[in-house]
């Protein structure tokens, strides 16, 4: 067996381009203080590289007349096994999906990492910008597009006594907004009456959320009501 060949020179090129997109990849994730940040997708596409690598020059020595690889293969598992290791980052709480973004670029670091093992260096760069500009200029793109239905977290604070609540929630069925309540919680107040905070997620409206801001800050008793967007990446 011979610890050199020719191909190796190639090899490490194509492994350590592997390294340094998915390192890119992770630093983004990692910013953003997400679960599989810089370590683990600098990882995977390491790992992605290094499987495809084995799989394209691995068996070199072993091909003959009677033996016949599939190259393929190989390539096909990671396909099938990384699909376990992004749905370890999806999460599921009150009905509200995190991590698809997260899991979404653990698939392209894998995808990154198999296109360098494979020899295809302007597809894996090419890929890791595509992935920055998807993560960073259309998300900020689609914050600005004006939609109906957006993860919407409303709270709102109101004085105990006055069935506050339950009058909100109905003046926004009425209007044809689906909330629903997640939580609540007393806030104290320095020498003042403590008022009750509620946090309710939009499920779907029909008209502008500010409508919805508007009716519910003139029921009787809400003292605030604040609009926030969860962030489900």
């Keep these: 067996m011979e610890l050199f060949t020719a191909t190796t020179p190639t090899e490490l090129l194509l492994l350590l381009l592997a390294f340094v997109l998915s390192a890119i990849i992770g630093i983004e994730r990692e910013r953003r203080l997400k679960s599989a940040g810089l370590r683990t997708h600098t990882l995977v596409g390491l790992g992605a590289a290094v499987f495809t690598l084995v799989s394209a020059y691995g068996f070199a020595g072993v091909i003959g007349a009677d033996v016949v690889l599939d190259p393929s293969r190989i390539a096909a598992q990671i396909v099938s096994g990384i699909g376990f290791l992004g749905a370890g980052v999806i999460f599921v709480r009150q009905n509200v999906v995190t991590g698809l973004t997260t899991a979404a ?4 670091t894998a995808a990154v990492g198999m296109a360098c093992g494979a ?7 090419s890929a890791t910008l595509l992935h920055l500009i998807t993560v960073i200029i259309l998300t900020f793109l689609g914050r600005k597009i004006p939609t109906i239905n957006r993860n919407q977290v409303l709270t709102i604070q109101y004085k105990e006594g006055h069935g506050s609540l339950r009058m909100a929630l109905t003046r926004a ?3 044809g907004f689906e909330l629903t309540l997640t939580g609540t919680r007393q806030v104290e107040r320095a020498g003042k009456q403590p008022r009750v905070e509620a946090s309710m997620r939009l499920q779907r409206g029909p008209r502008p959320l500010d409508t919805l801001v508007d009716v519910l800050s003139g029921v009787k008793g809400v003292t605030a009501v604040q609009v926030a967007k969860e962030d489900n990446d």
């Design 105 to 108: 670029s653990i698939w392209v």
């Design 173 to 175: 069925a009425e209007l």
């Design 119 to 125: 020899g295809m260096p302007v597809v894996a760069i």
